[in-house]
């Protein structure tokens, strides 16, 4: 049976175990082989560390959300932000294309 879904969110409680050392990784991995596997995109949340991001660019998840990439913000802002009036702290770019901010490049 074929779910239907496309995409699997890790929860930012998974996400904020991921430190320097390496030693909380492995949950984290065995979620994204699993997507993978089933042909789903992952898209990490709750990314606040440099750490966080990093494994997961490793780990090869393809997507993230969290303060590192970009603080909450309003929808008006948030217009703004797409539009190029806001710069992304990291990864220092600017976006043309909502689906583009929260890619982990």
Same mark, same amino acid.
């Given at each position: 049976?074929?779910?239907?879904? !496309?995409? &699997?969110?890790?929860?930012?409680?998974?996400?904020?175990?991921?430190?320097?050392? $390496?030693?909380?990784?492995?949950?984290?991995? =065995?979620?994204?082989?699993?997507? $993978?596997? *089933?042909? &789903?995109?992952?898209?990490?949340?709750?990314?606040?560390?440099?750490?966080?991001?990093?494994?997961? /660019?490793?780990? !090869?998840?393809?997507?993230?959300? $969290?303060?590192?990439?970009? =603080?909450?913000?309003?929808?008006?802002? *948030?217009?703004?932000?797409?539009? $190029?009036?806001?710069? &992304? =702290?990291?990864?220092?770019? /600017?976006?043309?294309?909502?689906?583009?901010?929260?890619?982990?490049?």
């Amino acid at each position: 049976m074929k779910l239907p879904i !496309s995409t &699997l969110k890790i929860d930012r409680s998974f996400v904020s175990m991921i430190d320097d050392s $390496g030693e909380n990784d492995q949950i984290v991995r =065995a979620i994204i082989t699993m997507a $993978g596997s *089933l042909g &789903l995109k992952v898209v990490g949340e709750g990314v606040e560390t440099e750490a966080q991001l990093r494994t997961l /660019r490793e780990l !090869s998840c393809e997507f993230g959300q $969290g303060c590192l990439l970009a =603080a909450p913000m309003s929808f008006d802002d *948030l217009c703004e932000f797409v539009k $190029g009036e806001y710069s &992304l =702290a990291y990864p220092k770019q /600017r976006f043309n294309d909502v689906s583009e901010v929260s890619v982990l490049q």
